[in-house]
């Protein structure tokens, strides 16, 4: 299985609105990221768990919470956000955190801030 | 200036056609990877190159270190691969994207 799943596909949420993104992988991979994508931008690393462990955290504003209950499961909890918020959030896993390993991407959440 | 510049930014190409992507990087780097991103978002690793060149049915990717350039080649091009082409050193540069368009 070489699959990262992410759930769910879209999210449409108020700027009031508590909601948490979800991302799965059974690869074994020890390294899980989460990125920001804006339309027609490449992705912006937002932060690395490596070893269920928060290694990279990229001065995301508080209004984005990580969490890494095990090393299967990485969650992204959202509090209060704003419509520049308004992206496509990529979750992906690698063997470890390290260049020389592939990363595995989840197809993403479309997210809306309204 | 970004540390990952890619070009172009967009190509169109007929069917056909023999397509060059290329990769400049101003960092050292152990790996330099290569991905494809359908509409819609998915994102598929496509190389990891260290070195050399590696061919993948009709993908060729090739590096050089010491010139710190990497290009990614599409022989025989067909409208199933417009995508964009991302190189990117992990984990957080990413050259811009090359967006290409095949037309039938």
């Known amino acids: 299985d070489t699959e990262v799943t992410q759930t769910p596909k879209h999210l449409v949420m108020g700027m009031t609105n508590k909601k948490s993104l979800k991302c799965e992988q059974h690869?074994?991979?020890?390294?899980m990221y989460w990125y920001k994508q804006k339309a027609k931008k490449p992705p912006e690393l937002m932060f690395v768990y490596s070893y269920e462990k928060l290694s990279i955290n990229e001065s995301v504003p508080s209004r984005f919470s990580p969490e890494c209950p095990n090393s299967s499961l990485l969650n992204l909890h959202l509090h209060a956000l704003q419509p520049e918020d308004s992206a496509l959030y990529l979750c992906a896993s690698s063997q470890a955190w390290d260049s020389d390993y592939e990363q595995y991407f989840g197809p993403g959440t479309r997210l809306t801030v309204t | 200036k970004n540390e990952v510049e890619q070009s172009p930014q967009n190509l169109t190409a007929q069917e056909g056609e023999f397509i060059t992507i290329n990769c400049s990087y101003s960092v050292g780097i152990s790996a330099l990877h290569w991905l494809q991103q359908h509409p819609g978002g998915g994102i598929v690793s496509l190389f990891m190159l260290s070195s050399g060149k590696k061919k993948h049915g009709r993908l060729i990717a090739t590096i050089n270190i010491q010139e710190k350039h990497s290009s990614l080649h599409i022989t025989a091009s067909h409208p199933r691969d417009s995508a964009v082409y991302i190189c990117a050193v992990y984990p957080m540069r990413f050259g811009a994207g090359t967006r290409l368009t095949v037309k039938p």
């Open positions: 690869m074994g991979h020890r390294a």
